[in-house]
């Protein structure tokens, strides 16, 4: 299971831990705090989520030296109530071990108290999700606690500005990993690692048509693990146009969109798994509810309302979301603008509410069913939502 | 009318009268079981809250389990037992005696059907003891007076007050641990323990075992071993100046007090295989130690510079007795 937080929250983590790695310290306390969690408990992407940190007060921590540290009943209860009152998943300690820098590991001491304290949190929420982490300078080791049994937590990943990977098995990663030899030419591109994550990472794409299409073939020449589409419409003769690989045989047998791309990818014998998911309309919440399983969300819809769930779910469960729009504005035949633009939507970063890319009202109009929205449109306050503007492939390739 | 129906109609009266006298029927069943049907008689039963109030009526089948009864009853007394849907209530059942007002003891086989109880010279009525059930965490128990500390409460749930505090609900402010507590009835506290990490124990909350292991890895070669139930650090090896000492290496033997670290480590044995032309300085008698000789050096720590259980532990204590050897006090 891997652990999510967001860059943010990271940084406060790195702060208050700040003194055990100090160097103008001769012998520098171990240091600490609570991290609160929730939980991402997709089938495929069992996840925990850090919500908050929570800070320690004066008197938290007693017994604080350079070999030792002691949560108060006092902290840790402020913790558990907090679980309570917000419906949390659970919180983990974290504590420091300040001589380690690339290697960390839990204590003999560590491992003689975990399993206590564990087994008295679990007695006062039994449904709870405890754990520990302990930090070096440059590594970090974690645990969750069930039935007096610890189980290692794989990988931390911090999500902000950029994606950050740290391994929890007490071992900073060595070298970056290296991708397939098909994707070397990138590197210079991407840098170390960055074609491994995605060759290892399942990606959601969010609308199969202008711009989703591209974003597929694009990822998946890239060396993208796995693809998971969502896409509810079957292709039409005004796709043709604009939609990649679509052929007029799709749009006559009005084939889904995401069922040719999942048919040219598995054609082209590049690795990259694809899954189609059923329905593909994520306004169903069955349907939103596979976008948890993603490592990374690419929005291609050309609505509000899907752009919404896109960025609630990028923020909910740290899962970064690259969303994507093209528009050609056109009045009485006469073309006034090209648009596009990329957002990039996560912890820590604006929503698409605050950057004005979707609008309640159009959020609204878009939960209407036609006749109402036919009503609302009537009574002349709202602009009207249904696309009629011209749309080709070359503002997609944009 | 089938037989099951006459039985049930001949019963009535005994049904409804709680001292009537056992039908032959029922006390016939003894060593077997029921006529078909009986187990379903509802009889009249009293009950009461232990040691006496007005007693109250209801009805429990024949077959019902006295656990059945106690539960009815409970219920008819409007309080239920402790703790709730437990088999083993911590409240007490008991029943009065025939022709007195004297109370049985406790019922302990509270899985025994009713029409045993009777058939076995028990009565129809019944007591009530509430006892002061309270919850800790899971656990339930029955405190030993109704003002208790925080302290004295953790220890007799079987938490050790040193590592948990005690909470009420959801707060977040523990009571201290020494001010008495007006316990009720049905209370539940929770008890939250402190969460100790670090690459070595806390000094002070060290337990022997931690300091053998950390001296160990500093090279020392140091074991516990245990004689008559008290327990002593094996230090082998110890290097020694020699001379003036006859060998270049010593063993000794620390006492360990059970309360360690709190209680200190002070003087320690030498194994008398070593010696300062054929004496030891401030020798005292020797014991044997696994069939070894050791004889009792009176080597403390000085005035003003005690024993310290925040900063001194079994290093630092050996650090010591090397002064012995050396010819220096403590610094």
Known sequence: ?398 | MNVEQEVLNANDQWAEELDHPLPEHVTTAKDSVLPPGLGELKIRLGVERWPHSQEQHFRARLADTLLDVMRDGARELGEEILPPHSDVPLDLLRSKRHGSHDWSLPITELERPLWVHLVYGGTRHFAIEYRLAIRINTKWGVAESDHMTPRQLLTSFGFDPNDYSLYQGNSTEPFPPDTPLHLKRGEHFEAQKDGRYGLTAPRGLQTIEDDIAFVCTAGVSARLIAQNGQRFVEVAGLEIPSPPWSGPRATIAIAVPASYPQGGLDGFYLEKTVNQGGSIPYEQPAISLNGRTFALISWHYAAGREWNPRSDDLASHIAHCRGYFLKRGIR
């Open chain 1, 1 to 398: 299971m891997n652990l999510r937080i967001a860059e943010l929250h990271w940084e406060i983590v790195r702060r208050l831990v700040s003194l055990s790695f100090s160097s103008a310290l001769k012998f520098p306390p171990e240091t600490g705090c609570i991290l609160l969690l929730s939980r991402n408990d997709h089938p495929q992407a069992q996840t925990l989520l850090v919500t908050d940190v929570l800070p320690p007060s004066d008197g938290d921590f007693t017994d604080q030296e350079t070999g030792a540290i002691t949560f108060t009943s006092r902290y840790l209860r402020k913790a558990l109530i907090l679980v309570r009152e917000q419906g949390l998943a659970g919180f983990l300690t974290v504590h420091t071990h300040p001589g380690a820098d690339r290697q960390v590991g839990f204590s003999p001491y560590d491992d003689r108290n975990d399993p206590s304290l564990m087994e008295n949190l679990h007695d006062l929420q039994p449904d709870g999700v405890f754990g520990s982490v302990v930090l070096g300078k440059d590594s970090a080791c974690a645990r969750l606690w069930s039935a007096d049994k610890p189980s290692y937590l794989n990988e931390l990943i911090i999500v902000g500005e950029q994606l950050k990977f740290m391994n929890l098995n007490g071992r900073a990663y060595a070298v970056p990993p290296s991708a397939s030899d098909i994707f070397d030419r990138s590197l210079a591109l991407t840098g170390a690692g960055a074609l491994a994550r995605i060759s290892r990472a399942r990606i959601g794409i969010i609308g199969l048509s202008g711009t989703g299409m591209l974003m597929a073939e694009l990822l998946m020449r890239a060396g993208a693990g796995e693809l998971l589409l969502f896409e509810f419409d079957p292709a039409d003769r005004t796709n043709l146009g604009r939609v990649l690989h679509l052929r007029a045989s799709d749009a006559d047998s009005a084939t889904n969109k995401a069922l040719r791309m999942a048919q040219v990818i598995a054609e082209s014998g590049l690795g990259a798994k694809v899954t189609v998911v059923p329905g593909g309309d994520i306004r169903d919440p069955a349907v939103a509810a596979e976008l948890r399983s993603c490592d990374l969300l690419i929005g291609c819809v050309d609505r509000d309302w899907p752009r919404l769930i896109l960025s609630e779910v990028a923020y909910q469960y740290l899962i970064p979301l690259i969303d994507l729009g093209t528009e050609i504005g056109a009045a009485n035949g006469q073309l006034q603008s090209l648009d596009a633009r990329v957002s990039f939507v996560g912890p820590g970063r604006p929503c698409l509410f605050c950057s004005r890319v979707i609008k309640q009202e159009r959020i609204r109009l878009e939960g209407y069913a036609p006749e109402e929205q036919d009503r609302v449109l009537a009574m002349g306050y709202s602009k009207d939502i249904r696309l009629k503007t011209p749309a080709v492939m070359v503002i997609s390739v944009f």
